[in-house]
């Protein structure tokens, strides 16, 4: 079965870090583009940090950039992580991860159609 799986949520401070993970299972993830989205209830799914298939080209949000690193694991191309430091309370939400072949700016502002999709995280900044 082929399917993307993200771990490493939870509930931190802010000013806090977390690393998530997206790991695939059933298929390799080079050649595809992976990217990282959240939604809050009642709002669109938002592009977080998306990155290419090699790698060499990433994408952030202007809401993280500074904050946030999308790294993948080629050796094993079977893994993704967003680094998340200085988390604020607005970093609140379910966190996604997909993956498709396409451009990575495409990948993460119009998120739609994509291949796969993991299940989500929780990701909770609070004090």
């Known amino acids: 079965q082929l399917q993307l799986v993200e771990s490493g949520g939870g509930l931190v401070q802010p000013g806090g870090s977390l690393r998530l993970s997206c790991a695939a299972s059933?298929?390799?993830?080079?050649?595809?583009?992976v990217g990282w989205f959240r939604q809050a209830p009642g709002k669109e799914r938002e592009g977080v940090s998306c990155?290419?298939?090699?790698?060499?080209?990433?994408?952030y949000a202007d809401s993280v950039k500074g904050r946030f690193t999308i790294s993948r694991d080629n050796a094993k191309n079977t893994t993704v992580y967003l680094q998340m430091n200085n988390l604020k309370p607005e970093d609140t939400d379910i966190y996604y991860c997909?993956?498709?072949?396409?451009?990575?700016?495409?990948?993460?502002?119009?998120?739609?159609?994509?291949?796969?999709w993991g299940q989500g995280t929780q990701v909770t900044v609070s004090s």
């Open positions: 990155i290419s298939s090699s790698g060499g080209s990433t994408y």
């Open positions: 997909a993956a498709d072949s396409v451009p990575v700016q495409a990948m993460c502002v119009a998120p739609r159609g994509l291949g796969w």
């Open positions: 059933g298929f390799a993830l080079n050649g595809y583009a």
